[in-house]
């Protein structure tokens, strides 16, 4: 069973443009991580958020957390044809690595 | 740093038959995870180990997967026999710890058609 659930399946936008992706989950977290998967590629960590944090950055890269309605958002601004990927997000019920389903984003120059 | 090694890259086999794959962590990682990730959908953790011991296993098929980790190291997938589901890419993945306090490093994968 899949414990994050992402939103939406599918985004298309224009280069430039930014893109927010959405996780929610099921049980309490001590921390959920992003990741991004380019085509037929292994998964590469992102980002990392605590339970205790609201927001982080990297680069380009914001998430936010609200533990409050089980959810986490993912923007990437100002992005770019190199940002077309898919994007999951990650959470540990149990100590297990669970994923998503992912969001496929295309970023179209 | 050598990242998480796998191999093989690609194996196509026929249904009913047995393959194997392999893969070898980052050094010093403790945990080791497999995923199976059928196209268009998320990784499927199928085993989870820390050091040697199994971690989690809920979603291996145990009447035709097996994996072992041995001396906490390298570690070896196995199906058999085969089915047509089976097709997808399997992921093996290392971190240093268990609890998800830091980020966990994929291998390319393993790509694998059942005809």
């Known amino acids: 069973s899949q414990q994050g659930e992402e939103d939406p399946q599918a985004l298309s936008i224009q280069e430039g443009e930014n893109a927010t992706m959405n996780c929610s989950y099921k049980t309490s977290i001590n921390n959920l991580q992003w990741y991004r998967q380019n085509s037929g590629r292994g998964l590469v960590h992102l980002i990392l958020i605590r339970s205790n944090e609201r927001e982080k950055h990297s680069g380009r890269l914001r998430v936010t957390l609200d533990t409050s309605k089980k959810s986490s958002s993912l923007l990437i601004t100002a992005s770019r044809a190199a940002d077309t990927a898919s994007y999951f997000c990650?959470?540990?019920?149990?100590?297990?690595?669970?994923f998503g389903q992912g969001t496929e984003l295309s970023v179209k120059p | 740093e050598a990242g998480v090694a796998q191999s093989p890259r690609y194996k196509i086999i026929e249904k009913r038959q047995s393959v194997a794959f392999w893969c070898n962590p980052i050094s010093g990682h403790a945990t080791l995870y497999w995923y199976q990730q059928i196209l268009g959908q998320g990784p499927k953790l199928l085993i989870q180990f820390q050091n040697n011991g199994v971690v989690d296993d809920s979603q291996l098929p145990k009447d035709r997967f097996s994996a072992e980790r041995l001396k906490g190291v390298d570690s070896t997938l196995k199906i058999q026999p085969a089915k047509l589901e089976d097709s997808a890419v399997y992921l093996c993945?290392?971190?240093?710890?268990?609890?998800?306090?830091?980020?966990?490093?994929f291998g390319q994968g393993t790509r694998l058609t059942v005809v």
């Open positions: 990650a959470t540990l019920p149990g100590g297990k690595l669970i």
């Open positions: 993945a290392s971190s240093p710890s268990s609890w998800g306090n830091t980020e966990a490093f």
